[in-house]
């Protein structure tokens, strides 16, 4: 091994195609631009052998405790080759986060990567933790696992893995006059329609939403970037459903969606989908990913019905792993997770 350094990512500077196509979404560039809408510090860094890149990440600083903040690396780092992880390049990597987060005043530095060589045992022997499951769930923190359709194999191949019911589902809302539109282009035309079906799920769903003026940088960077599409479908042009797919990498991902309660009979929903899986296709995507669900430690009794309809879809469960945490103002640390277990 050679000479180890640590350099920022500038934006006009492509990670190489092998990253970007193993990285989730949460590590790319577009979902960074999202995140400094919200008001959060991004960061993209890469550690090298020489000039031979080993690992990235895409880290967000966001506020927590009073002047305090936290760092998040979500699905993250990048690993192209796992036998590059060794001892020295870990301790170089923790070190670097230590040096963020004393940057940033930040109490501690959470990462939940994908490779399955950062065992638990090689992170809690350079001082990472485990994060508490109650302590895991927040507005930044990804979900540990997502339902993924795969792509491969004709519409038909698609059609006959699906459920009865979910066949007949879409059938109907193709027969009851649902019709489904694709957007590929000056997604945010189409902000108000969108804003207004996912602000209804969020009550009806009781989760928290954004503000819309961030809905508006998202449809505005996805257009920008030629990096997504919407599926809207509606109904004697009303706007029954709205989703929002990103794409540029093998799997497609299903980011934020919503549907109105008004002519549920006409099962938009599922043929929505349905015209998802087609265009994502047609882009070049190999599988579908509906987002995240409510299983195993990560329950989220909100997600639930959610949950449910999803996995309607023939697939399977993607596991990203536990978070890990690295813990570095102990005392402000211990605070934070006190307090996120009683309340």
Partial sequence: ?????????????????????????????????WQIERGFKVRRL??????RPILWWQALTAPLIRRHTQIYIPHGPIVLDPSD???????????????????????????????KDWTKSALNKNGFKTAPAF???STLTQPRYEWIMDLIGSETDWFNRMSKDTRYSIRTAQKRGTVTEIINENLTSELNNFYQLV???????NFRLHPKSYYEKVLSETSRNQSGFIVKASFNGIPLVM??????????????????????????????????????????A???????????????????????????????????????????????????????KFR
């Fill in 85 to 115: 992880l060794n001892p020295t390049v870990i301790k170089l990597f923790k070190e670097e986060l230590f040096k963020l987060a004393r940057e940033d005043k930040a109490v501690f530095v959470r990462l939940d990567p994908q490779i």
């Fill in 46 to 51: 890469v550690l090298k052998d020489n000039d």
């Fill in 199 to 205: 602000l209804e799920t969020s009550k009806r769903n």
């Fill in 243 to 284: 989703n929002l797919i990103t794409t540029g990498s093998p799997t497609a991902l299903h980011v934020f969606g919503g549907s109105t309660t008004v002519h549920r009979d006409q099962l938009a929903s599922y043929l929505a989908h349905w015209a998802g899986f087609i265009e994502a296709k047609r882009q070049g």
């Fill in 135 to 137: 302590a895991a769930h």
């Fill in 1 to 33: 091994m050679g000479r180890l350094t640590i350099s920022n990512i500038t934006n006009n500077e492509p990670w190489p195609n092998k990253a970007e196509a193993e990285a989730h979404f949460t590590q790319s560039e577009l979902f960074g631009q």
């Fill in 286 to 340: 190999t599988t579908y990913s509906f987002g995240g669900i409510s299983f195993g430690e990560d329950q989220n009794p909100s997600w639930v019905d959610l949950t449910a309809f999803k996995q309607k879809f023939p697939g399977h469960i993607k596991d990203y792993g536990p978070l890990y945490d690295l813990p570095i103002s102990r005392l402000w640390y211990y605070a934070y997770v006190t307090a996120k």
